[in-house]
């Protein structure tokens, strides 16, 4: 700083000014402003009013493109990998398969079986086990109807319990007792002042300290129990019975390592649970295992545990590897078979489709947007409406007129037959399939590329190709050699419009596409609207979004960004 | 324009015309022969047609009617790039995509020139410009001047026998153009080389041609060597488009031992040259260069006329006076005297006699 002030005076005759700069400058530390404020806060404080206000004019854009546009696509791209679902709906299980070893052969032992007995029966009556069944139908077939099967048939598996608890003694029939015994005595009281007609909120269950620790698989179980019916169906707590779970809890609890306990505990129906833990030796077992495999033999399939095993995780690979037509497997991410693999076929398509496109835009734009750039202004306005034209009709009218035109008996195939360039009996196929796709594709892409070569095209002027020529070129070297590299930023910009919006086209191949020429994006529209496989859709369009910003970045590298001009 | 026959001609201009919309001439009636070696210069106020002839010359504009002759051979048909013209543009068309050694290979490659005779070609190209170490520079890293330099190079790079250049030095600033014209113009006469030479710049086309054509309205009002143009303009166009010039207005009184009489819109008698008159009562115009007036009755003749005039404004410029006066009634009459020692300075207001020899002196048409 103090140099340049000192070079800029020092080939001037010096003024008083000058010498008092001079002066300021070569003290040392910061230069100072006027008022002895140093001269860059004051500088930041006099721009801090600018930022401020060119930020005011950008937030109300800014915060819209936020929620609208940023915050779904980062959900969206979220869901390619979350997996919460199955540890959520199996809390229990998905926690004892953890130390479970697959390669053993031997399926899960005991205990598995009755965590999985508790977490489908409260998912049953949350009724979430469907969800889960259908998330992992998606990895291994059969796995929905499992679990819908299940769900219905898991109420019964348990009664066995709490029918032995009833007949031993009625206490175990009434929700009130159970109340009583496992509520806290805040919440009692509130409970028994709270009027139901009146409208107001039922207090929230809350659980005695004492006995969840005396009872505590039975305590967890009625904590959910009761929340359950306090929130999701809104009755009164005191006028329903616990599921049949809590009584298996109950048992659980009675037969474990705290029921010597239960001796010293003298709380509400103490001479109950001392009866009952007298009484539960001689109870009835059920062994979950075969209960399971009696609801259906898949429960004894490795398969199935497996893939519960691996979809515990709050985060998966899984979407992605089915994305690119892989699937987890015990021994890591495998190839899928054969007749399985689509993804990659349909990328691939997508890709060279797109290239196909971009490249009948090149083709066909470049010699528009010669023509409107060397046209007079008049003219060249004129046409250029034109070529807007198909701007304003709606995409879907034009899509349906392609498919007037290249059909079978359409106008096209018509004129070729009446000129007799095919014959009646071989019509071509020009629609519902590639050709059909490319075809309609290309006209609607079309304005996105000849706009900006019009544009790049307006800037080089006449004098280069004139230039050209008088240094002996012919017209085409002179095309060739000085105006063809000069309109390279158009044909990228133009390339890069078209390749992009093409990539994720979805309404053109979907209408004349057929089955062979669809593209990646009428896949993911099938996954979020028809097979709700949301997951993968994420995983398919994450992909994409990778591949479009590679090839962006191949642009760049190749070519370099600079070199795309849009005017 | 005597010599429009002449044998030696290398390009004759034959009764060219040219019109765009059918309906107007833009260039009528062109005539014109230049011998090898000669730079010509176009001049003339935009409009007048000059940088159509380039064109046409150049093989960008066809020519309506008539016969443009290079070399003897009629060019009307053949494509630019075949006749073998070196061009040198106004905003210098070098091309922005290609180094100044690609831009001066471009020519010699399209003439399929081998590798090191290119190489040789383009190196005492750039040199003979002094811009030999500019070879990798882009067109965009270099100044107006540089890049004109490389302009030139480029359209001498192939040996042409004739260039053409529109306006070369209309975009830069004084200093550099007249560097550049002299530059231009040695190194024309160096490789022998004819130029035909456009410009709107009186100046430029004074100080750089063996000849200068002056266009007006589609046609060439005097072609002559550019003393020959400033001293004896041959209408009141060129009189007033050369240089500085007053205008007197009057009636042709008598013509007598080789002089007018010409009787003034005011009164006054003076004697001039006739050029364009040749009868009593003719209407004229009287041209007279300002430095040719003499207010120093010691060096004027005796029997010469002289007229009264009154100072309005005098101007010092450093190595002259330009004195602005009052003479018959017009008053933006405007002498220029040297910054000699001996020199009077005049005052506004003073009465003072002016005068000239009848020979500086011209009466041309009306």
Redesign the interface.
Known sequence: MSDVTDATTANQAPTPDDAARLADSKKAGPVLAADGTPLKRSLNRALRRQKLRALMLVAPLLIFVLLTFIAPIADMLFRSVENQIVSETLPRTTDLLGDWDADAGALPEAPVYKALYEDIFIAQERKEHTRLGSRLNYELTGVSSLFRKSGRKVEDMGEVYQDQFEDLDEFWEKGENWNQMMGSDDWLADHAAWNEDSGDRQPRFELRDDIAELLPETAAKYEIFANFVQVEDEDNLYTEDPWAVVYSALYDDLTGPNAAQIANYSGFGADKLQAAAAAVSEFETVDFAAAFEDIDKDWSSMDVWQTIQMYSPKYTSGYFLNAVDMQKTPDGPALRDENERIYGTLFMRTMFMSLMITGSCILLGYPVGWILANLPARTANLLMILVLLPFWTSLLVRTSAWKVMLQQQGVINDTLVWLGVVADDSRLALINNQTGTIIAMTHILLPFMILPLYSVMQTIPPTYLRAAKSLGATNWTAFWRVYFPQSVPGIGAGSILVFILSIGYYITPEIVGGTTGTFISNRIAYHISSSLNWGLAAALGTILLAVVLGLYWAYDKIVGIDNVKLG | MADTTSNDAFVEFDRVQKSYDGENLVVKDLNLSMPKGEFLTMLGPSGSGKTTCLMML???ETATHGDIRLDGKSINDI????R????V?Q?Y?L???MTVAENLS??LE??KIGKSDREDKIKTALDRVQMGSFAGRRPAQLSGGQQQRIALA??LV?EPELV?MDEPLGALDKQLRETLQFEITNLAHELGITVVYVTHDQTEALTMSDRVAVFDDGRIQQLAPPDKLYEEPENSFVAQFIGENNTLEGVVKEIKGGYAVVELDGGALIDAKPINVSKAGERTRVSIRPERVEYNKERLSPDAHTLKAEVLEFIYMGDIFRTRLRVAGKDDFVIKTRNAPDQVRLKPGQQIDIGWLPDDCRALDA
């Open positions: 150049a093989g960008f494509p630019p790039h075949k073998g013209i070196g061009m543009f905003n068309a091309f922005p995509h471009f020519p399209v003439r480029r359209a192939f053409l």
